[in-house]
């Protein structure tokens, strides 16, 4: 039998090829035979089935480099004296990339790197693989022929199939000797640089949130019941996702519709099937039979031009990872998982703040996604568990395995995977500088926030969770600004009711010694859901029926919290203020309610605050040109900067990639905020900044300079603020500032930064 290329194949005419490569690797596993000349059947047997003149593989050593292990068809001289540095050739290139090399001319190439000790020059067409394990590369499989042409595609996804079932081998040590190399090509050092979400600096060891499951059993037995649990599997992953969109369940992935509604796409795809089908027929067990599917598919998607389709590829690895969990028994793991380490490092491409709060944080140190902004709310949770939180760590996920050595600088953004000791050992002396500054902090906990001229300045603590409490005293806040009362309602299974509530606002207030606390109603809605709470799907969540909008359409919700924080406040005084109000009348429509509480209050008997003070918080524009009107109906009002920024700027206050364009140090926030100081003065109403902006000693400085005198933070931020705060000469910025805001094109941080430097404003 002559094949295309002219070369003979020794491929059975009835037999496809994969199933005979599959058949021919068992039957060397099964001989006798030492670990060099068991690589190199394999490659004899691979190039025959392949009808290649060439078949190589190359494993990356411990330095990064890429050895010519075995070869079929290259001098032999050629075998452990030839290696290349990753990304040098088209091998190198393979292994960078992670993806095929199909290239019909490959000395035409421009990455193609000439080796004359291999013989190579005699060959022009080259299709190279990536040999995977745990999502990363431990070497290249390739084949080469003399003439030139490009491989089809089902040639493609028989090496790719056959390179995982080399990687099989030779991570199982049945290939004796190359166990150690593979042992060591994984712990390669790497650096990633994302965005800081939090602060701190964490060393520990990786958790998945979404575990990879490894295939170690790559050929079936019995392919008939390889099928029944393949289809079995695939019956429950279109059913879990269909009951994911029905339900809405979106927080709980933290994903968007468009994602489940490719997941549906993918997962109803009879060619999916039929492939995956086809696979487990080949002999593949049923996970090898995702894995080779997930390479192929994937191979394909990323050589379409249209973007849509390479967007997918991750969509399509979630759900192969998915079916993958399915067959092993471990779907909807994550979480509650058991035997985390101590020092958990958490890795995901995208967590919501419920999911973040079902980990047990006495271990949490450290989290890692690949989306997030400083001020989406899974930072703000971060920030609360005291947790080192990087976002924007590209694609690692693909890098990292459960168990890796990671360190998290929430201070950079910097992320060292596998850390080599040295790293280590600076990191830890990282650390100890910090907590030195700490130390130094720690020596102002017992001052006021008071700047260089005079002007006292309330430092206050955002909080949400019983866990926060501790850190009053700890950092020397003042009290409580910010008190997020939703995220009791996030970490409950169904809602909470009025003995909970009541339970929990009594604790927080116990907790507090009397330090006041600023109670914000429910803020549910954008990114923050109650899975158990029935809402339509809505095309703008950050815009729709979220936070005072459900608290008005929901009276009996609104009032059970309302109930709730009475009861805890027997005795004494409260402040409540309610999150998102968008006009002024909302407000009156907030205080008949409470009146209505009031009155049933004292109908039933039941003790009511000593006080109630009321306020709202500013985060939706419209406020800012209605501003006297509001100030009336507030006894006090919050700066809620995430959300204002968000809505000033029409930008994401989740996506990194659009909130990061905007600053609230550029001359149109900070005009507007000036507007609302000045209000405040005006009508004699307290205005305290609640948002992330308050916690960063620049963005607070120009804040102090435009009048503010109350600023609510993360515990971690009060010690640099007030650092800050105790050596700002705030009348002679305000002035500076004033001047700045009104300069037609001025950089005004870095002027900022100039003034700081200039005044000795400790930042
Ligand atoms: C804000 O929007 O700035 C704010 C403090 O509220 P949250 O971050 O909870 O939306
Ligand atoms: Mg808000």
Redesign the pocket.
Known sequence: MHDRRGKKSDLPASEPALRVIMRRLREIMAEPGEGQQRLDRIVKQIAGVMVAEVCSIYLIRRDGSLELYASEGLKKEAVHATRLNRNEGLVGRCAEQAQPINEPDAQAHPSFSYRPETGEEAYHSMLAVPVMRSGQVIGVLDVQNHTRREYAEEDVEVLQATAMVVAELLSSGVVAGSQAEIELSRTYSAVINGQALSDGIALGHAVLHEPRIVVTTLLSEDPAAEMTRLDGALHRLRASIDEMLAHERLSFAGEHRDVLEAYRMFAHDRGWHHRLRGAVQDGLTAEAAVERVQNSTRARMLRQIDPFWSERVRDLDDLSDRLLRILAGRANQHGHRENLPDDTILIARTVGPAELLDYDRTKLRGLIVEDGSA?S?VA?VAKALGIAAVGQAHRIVEHVADGDAVIVDAETGEIHLRPTSDVIAAFQDKVRFRAKRQERFQGLRGLPGVTSEGHRVALLL?A?MLVDLPHLEESGAEGIG?F?T?LQFMLSDRLPRLARQTEAYRAVLEQAKGYPVVF?TL?IG?D?MLPYLNRLPEENPALGWR?LRMSLDRPALFRTQVRALFRSHAGRALSLMV??LTVASEMDEVRALIDKEIEHSERHGHPIPTSISLGA?L?VPSLLFDLDNVLKKTDFL?????????FLFAAD?TSAQVSRRYSPLDKAPLRALRSVFDAGARHRVPITV????AGRPLEAMALVALGCRSL?MAASNIGPVKAMVRSLPADKLKQCLNAWIDEPDCDIAEKLKAFAQEHEVEL
Do not use: W
Request: hydrophobic share 30%; net charge negative; proline share 3%.
């Open positions: 001020q709310h703000i955002n949400g910010l997020r939703e914000r803020d954008g923050k936070a999150p998102m918080m985060e919050s700066i809620g900067s995430n959300d204002l920024m968000q206050r609640c948002g992330e902006m609510s």
